[in-house]
């Protein structure tokens, strides 16, 4: 399908759903709106509170997925790899060359024109924040594919060494970690995700100063294991009983909602919203260990989904993707038709 036909097919579903109104569609004619896409690591679809987990508690984007137009059958890989690459491609990951997560399988191929040099092509300025898992060799690295801002972990994980990442990333793995900026590879403070979304929060303001439209990905590693969050998002999970992994990870979640709300706050101040684009979504299904609660066990809350991350099941595939533009897109909205990563494109 050529890619008019696909912008169109994609217009079609909006319209008919009434996620976008006809006037609304005909006026999008030259706009360039701000495009922010948080994906998170790991992350399945029952691992929020407003899909039905009994355990968690993510307020900021349960509101958000209130307001959101909601696809509600979207489709991805079952690993990050190549999702990322799909979306980075709007191709297939394996005609990509991107068949797995390890072993260089992971690199994107160099003929790809990425989703951020197309966007430059009409003005954009492009920034990665987090994650990028597509080859860590210098012609590979974000900042050769199209991205002016990087500030990004090595390998698939942060503490990966064996892999690409930091050595010194071995230690007090997700906090103080050691990244790549641009060309510069530097000491951080503080916990990962706080990192990563303050770093975008800089950049995103700078744009917005100079009046630059902009992509921002802001692509965390968490919760993504080794399962480590500061303490204050682990302790009432240990206080009410749980392990020692489901407070990590679950607090790590917490922690990205948080982090979520402050991105909501400060683009609703800066009055940006109108003209934004805002995208949440997870990179495969949820990966997580058995729960264990005053030491019975149990099994996470997985939306009624059979199958996990690496599984070609709807558990390993199916993830949340909440889409924001205010006046353009309808609120509380749900498109139930069948959509995937490579439609992002």
Known sequence: MSSLKRMLAWLSVL????????????DLKGRRPNIILVMTDDQGMGDLSCMGNPILKTPHLDRFCEQSTRFTDFQVSPTCAPTRAAIMSGRAPFK????????????MALDTFTLPQALKTAGYATGIFGKWHLGDEEEYLPGSRGFDEVLIHGAGGIGQVGLGDFPPNKEDCYFDNVLLHNDTIVKTKGFCTDLFFQAGLAWIKQQKAAGTPY?????????HGPYFAPEQYKKRFLDAGYDEKTAGRYGMIENIDDNFGLLWKKLNAWKALDNTLLIFMTD????MPAISLNGKKQRPFNADMRGGKNS????GTHVP???YWNGVLGQGVDIDALTAHIDLY
């Open 15 to 26: 319209i008919v759903a009434g996620a976008v109104t006809v006037d609304a569609a005909s």
């Open 284 to 287: 495969n299904g949820m990966s």
């Open 321 to 323: 993707a909440f889409w």
């Open 312 to 315: 070609p099941n709807e558990g």
């Open 215 to 223: 992509f921002a990905y802001i692509a965390l590693n968490a919760p």
């Open 96 to 107: 990509n060359g991107v068949t797995h997560t390890i072993l260089q399988r992971e690199r």
